[in-house]
């Protein structure tokens, strides 16, 4: 599939990876559904892709609620008129350990249940909601051919305080591979990525000390850019031949 054909959703668009995303593919003259809660960021996104050989749109959607999920594929395909590709990169942190004690006072402190749910509601249930609804979009339009890339992480190995992280990811690379299984007969192939330590407003709010240790670990010794991820992404669009697998773009550290 062509880059520059594809009719596309990319949800956690406003800023980090999915803005890159956005941008990589407005360049390569695709047609983009940038959709986020972040209305500030959609509006500015917009603005730098107003030049660009496609078409930004932006869409305003909770990718945990289903109603707002329903109404996002709905508008998303009447707005590009029509829909065949979708990536599901939305997602949060709220880390910590499962349990830990306190070295002062004893006192043992627990993960959230809020805190659970709510990584779980975004990290998983979105994907799943979002993929759920364009699939079945794409079947009742008899679309012919269609791809939805899943941006997982290596935390779906598992990575100390992220319990809930963890679990998402890991579940989506699951997921990734079932409906891809699934959904092949309808021509819609499914791809997952997961990123090591990305060059992201997150990793540049970290303090210098914490940053370095973290990338002492990586093989090639460096956070990966948007870009690099970005490539992944071109990779699964444009090899027709590729579906249920999981990239993992890491530098080497997950070895």
Known sequence: MDVG????????AASGMGRDFAKHLAAEGAQV?????NEEGLASLKAETADLPGKVITLMADVSNEADVVKLINDAHAQLGGLNGLIN????????????????????Q?????????????????PFLCTREFAA??????TKSSVVI?????????????GNYSAAKAGLVADTKLWASELARFGI?????????VDTPILQGMRPEVLDKMLSAVPLRRAGSP???????????ECDYFTGKCLDIDGGLVL
Request: with cysteine; aromatic share 6%; proline share 1%.
């Open 5 to 12: 054909s594809l009719k596309i959703i990319v949800t956690g």
């Open 33 to 37: 559904a940038a959709c986020d809660l």
């Open 89 to 108: 990169n939305a997602g949060i942190f709220r880390d910590s350990l499962l349990v830990k004690q306190d070295k002062a006072t004893g006192e043992i």
């Open 110 to 126: 627990r993960m959230s249940l809020k805190n659970w749910q709510k990584v779980l509601d975004v990290d998983l249930t979105g």
């Open 137 to 142: 979009k794409c079947i009742e339009t008899k």
């Open 150 to 162: 899943n941006i997982s992480s290596i935390s779906r190995h598992g990575n100390m305080g992220q």
């Open 189 to 197: 192939r499914l791809g997952a990525i997961a990123p090591g330590f």
């Open 227 to 237: 870009r690099e991820i970005w490539l992944g992404v071109k990779f699964i669009v």
